[in-house]
């Protein structure tokens, strides 16, 4: 159980992060000071917060319930990301360093126009609601299994409400800077927790607990999969070849068109300062996706491999948070937990910051039509901050009945949009007879047809690929149908985008430039 210690810790850190995030924001006197913290932030402290930002609660808990229930391929990804990294900053970052760019979809602007803006924007307004609700639910489930031991009764939503809460706070004061230096010190949080964790499983386990493992397959850590076929490829999220070409194609979409992290990058100093942010990133998400995956082989030898079941745990999400509460030392219970807070409201505060931006940025000083002066653009941003808070809250409470892992969870829903998303921007860097019309037909094209990708097709076992429109699990079960792993919907929706978008510009006959009266 926690102790009197546990819960000051726990109090003291939801005081001190908004107490200090208000500091570290210092004052804004316009909108380029609230959502770019004037283009003036150390690259090593954005490298943090890009981190803290994709890290999230999904990290902190998701992983090691699969590192639990399976084996440590998920680390395959990290190859994907590193190399995802290194495509943005060689060909996205210095386009919208040339530009000068307020937002990831200004360059959509500037090559195909308005409408195009206006479409990826709010494309990624919704998928950042979904994603982050997932992240959000995510942190209330180890506070409620916390608050069932103890005798305490909480709703999601109750929880859901609180941390939302505490995390608006400091965020609709303090702009992007507030959310930067708050998220360095969350990440130090919660990798210090885990840290810990490690540290206590470690002295409990037996000493042979990792032949153990090997020898129950949990250690294995890449699977290439072709000796099983094909269809075992592209059905596994985690064989190499997925993991490496899906995760690379995840995290160009994801760090170079996804405003979250993107305007993270846009307020470094310089573009080398940018590219350092980024591609350092990627060598600190190796070392978290190790450290977490640990915990979860570690906790496995800890508990006996024993099934969810035997624990009296209805998802793999909740391993963690029990061995939080039973299995560390007082004191170092509240410091975990914080972790997983420090984890979700890093993640939130970026969303809420980078809602509002996109909102502002992209939508109404496009089509308003009418320039504000700083101080009123200023107000204006706090109240879309505080608006998209509060529409948070009520979006996470819409995944409370998903049994998967959250950490898969949050990753397929972005793979609705991210492949559109991806498929334009690529679409406006390598072929210059597109025009906006042809942009916006691909991409709407996408975003329909990546719906019934995602719920419709299946492997079956016997029959090969079929069509089934969202199945119910029994059927699933029954029949052994397997879904698309979720790292190539990317794939396919970029791909897409970039065979509709070029198929409809060969209808141009006129030249390759794009004249602003013909967008």
């Not at 000796?227 to 995760?247: E, K, N, R």
């Not at 608006?387 to 009945?401: Q, R, S, Y």
């Not at 429109?469 to 970029?494: H, K, M, Q, S, V």
Request: aromatic share 12%.
């Amino acid at each position: 159980m926690l102790t009197g210690l546990d819960y000051a810790v726990i109090a003291i850190y939801l005081l001190g992060v908004a107490a200090l995030g208000i500091k570290a924001g210092g004052r804004q006197q316009s909108t380029t000071d609230y959502f770019l913290g004037s283009r003036n932030l150390p690259w090593w402290a954005v490298c943090f917060s890009v981190v803290a930002t994709e890290t999230s609660t999904l990290t902190v808990i998701g992983i090691p319930a699969v590192a639990y229930g399976g084996t440590l391929t998920f680390f395959q990804l990290t190859f994907g990301y590193l190399l995802g990294r290194l495509l943005v900053s060689l060909y996205f970052l210095p386009r919208y360093y040339e530009g000068k760019l307020s937002t990831a979809y200004a360059f959509l602007g500037q090559r195909y126009g308005d409408g195009m803006r206006a479409a990826a924007s709010v494309t990624f307004l919704v998928t950042r609601l979904l994603a982050d609700g997932v992240r959000l639910f995510a942190t209330a489930i180890p506070i409620r299994v916390i608050a069932a031991m103890a005798g305490v009764s909480l709703s999601y939503f109750e929880i859901i409400l609180l941390i939302g809460l505490v995390t608006i706070v400091y965020t609709y004061i303090g702009g992007i800077k507030a959310v930067v230096w708050m998220d360095v010190v969350q990440m130090l949080i919660y990798v210090g927790g885990a840290v810990g964790a490690v540290f206590v499983l470690w002295q409990d386990v037996p000493q042979t607990w990792w032949a153990t493992a090997t020898a129950a397959g949990k250690t294995t850590l890449f699977e290439w999969g072709f000796d099983q076929g094909l269809a075992h490829v592209l059905t596994s999220p985690y064989a190499a070849v997925t993991a490496i070409v899906g995760g690379a194609i995840l995290s160009m979409a994801s760090h170079g068109t996804d405003q979250l992290i993107v305007q993270r990058l846009l307020a470094c100093r310089n573009l080398a300062d940018s590219r350092k942010a980024l591609l350092g990133s990627a060598f600190v998400v190796m070392f978290q996706f190790g450290l977490f995956l640990l915990v979860g082989l570690l906790l496995w030898a800890y508990y006996g491999g024993a099934s969810l079941e035997a624990l009296g745990l209805t998802r793999g999400d909740e391993v963690f948070p029990k061995f939080i509460i039973e299995g560390m030392p007082p004191g170092v219970s509240g410091l975990m937990l914080a972790g997983i807070l420090a984890a979700a409201m890093s993640t939130l505060s970026s969303s809420l910051n980078a809602l509002a931006s996109s909102t502002m940025m992209d939508l109404y000083e496009r089509f308003s039509g009418r320039p504000l002066p700083a101080g009123r653009a200023l107000r204006l941003a706090r109240w879309t901050t505080l608006f998209w808070g509060l529409v948070f809250i009520g979006f996470a409470n819409l995944f409370e009945d998903q049994q998967n892992p959250v950490v898969e969870l949050g990753l397929a829903i972005a793979s609705f949009t991210y492949g559109g998303l991806l498929g334009v921007f690529l679409l406006g860097l390598v072929n210059r007879r597109t025009r906006q019309a042809d942009a916006l037909i691909a991409f709407t094209l996408t975003i329909i047809t990546m719906i019934f990708v995602i719920f419709g097709v299946w492997y079956h076992p016997v029959e090969g690929w079929v069509f089934i429109f969202n199945p119910d699990e029994a059927r699933i079960a029954e029949a052994g149908l397997r879904a698309i792993g979720w790292p190539w919907y990317t794939c396919i929706g970029a791909a897409l985008t970039l065979l509709v978008g070029s198929l409809t510009a060969l209808r141009h006959t006129q030249g390759l430039g794009v004249a602003a009266g013909e967008r």
